[in-house]
């Protein structure tokens, strides 16, 4: 049977997605297929669609019954309104939308992408109505590259020790046994962070760094996170960092709230590489890749002055995606 979290969120899409009340036998057929069409599977049915229900309720869903039929009532209909999904209007700061707007960014991880995806393809499947407009509510929403993450996230949401090979830089791959408390970046990186059970101690793992797949051991709810335990704390203090460099970097005006933020110092009016806008020179600190990324995400609104080696890698990136 698919994941109880997987299900509950192709239940929400489907609903979510409907301009009609969908029937309760087209619920099943389309997300309760393993419940066999008997009067056992009749029961475990129920209890898990009333379960999920609740679970749904719980989280602030609002579900809408009404029945199919006007001259009778015993078959009911369901569906989410994007009325009741939706939220009222919420103002920021321009400081604050850019630190939201990094976040939202951030979280675009093909997880929950693919899980809304199958949804969709099994709707499409069962020649379900949908208007995918309305799906804009729940977007996706983390992206990592390292084939490491997902399996280590899910661990950390289920509280499951996993295993997994790891090599560190100079030395022979190692087997390790954790059990993991978060995932978290740190300096541009993804790290796994947790109890090691081979060494009784805390530690953190770079995912990029783990070999193969990661196996899930044991069942769920198997530990217990220790109470105040701050992931981003642990791995600021066990993850080894590059000393930061000081980069000055030409930024239009009106442009870089967030780079603007980490400066140290900002010079007004200075002269720029084109005459189409104003520009201002910053004084930027921070780790190499953290300040690279910061200005390649500002396109033509910033440029290197300094140092070499930082313009060397941001002009070298770009040439390869104008490729």
């Known amino acids: 049977m698919a994941e109880k979290s997987e299900r509950l969120l192709n239940l929400y899409i489907m609903l979510l997605a409907q301009t009609r009340f969908v029937a309760k036998h087209d619920i099943r057929r389309t997300h309760y297929g393993d419940y066999s069409d008997n009067t056992r599977g009749d029961e475990a049915f129920e209890k898990a669609f009333e379960r999920d229900k609740e ?3 719980e989280l602030g869903v609002v579900i809408e019954v009404e029945s199919l039929d006007h001259y009778f009532d015993d078959e ?3 569906r989410i309104s994007p009325d009741t999904s939706s939220l009222p209007e919420i103002r920021f700061e321009a400081d604050e939308a ?14 929950l992408a693919r899980a809304t995806t199958e949804a969709m393809r099994k709707l499409a499947a069962q020649g379900v109505e949908v208007d995918t407009s309305r799906l804009e509510l729940v977007p996706p929403s983390l992206r990592a590259e390292e084939p490491a993450f997902d399996a280590c996230w899910d661990a950390t949401q289920k509280r499951r020790a996993v295993a997994f090979d790891y090599r560190r830089p100079g030395q022979e791959i190692a087997r390790r046994h954790l059990q993991p408390w978060g995932v978290v970046r740190s300096s541009g990186r993804w790290y796994v962070v947790g109890f090691d059970v081979d060494r009784g101690a805390e530690r953190v793992f770079r995912l990029s760094r783990v070999q193969g797949m990661v196996t899930p051991l044991g069942k769920s709810a198997a530990y217990d996170v220790p109470p105040g335990t701050d992931v981003k704390a642990i791995a600021a203090r066990l993850v080894h960092t590059t000393p930061d460099i000081e980069a000055t970097v ?16 900002v010079e007004e009016d200075v002269a720029g590489p084109d005459d189409l806008s104003a520009w201002d020179r910053l004084t930027v600190t921070g ?16 440029v290197v002055a300094g140092p070499e080696a ?8 770009l040439t390869e995606v104008a490729r």
């Open 98 to 111: 850019a630190v939201l707007g990094i976040a939202a960014r951030a979280w675009e991880q093909h997880t």
């Open 76 to 78: 009911q209909g369901y």
């Open 250 to 265: 030409l930024c239009r005006q009106r442009t870089g709230v967030a780079l603007r933020r980490s400066a140290t110092m």
């Open 55 to 57: 679970d749904l309720r």
């Open 310 to 317: 930082l313009r060397t890698d941001v002009l070298t990136r």
């Open 287 to 302: 780790q190499f890749q953290d300040v690279a990324n910061a200005v390649l995400s500002m396109g033509s609104n910033a």
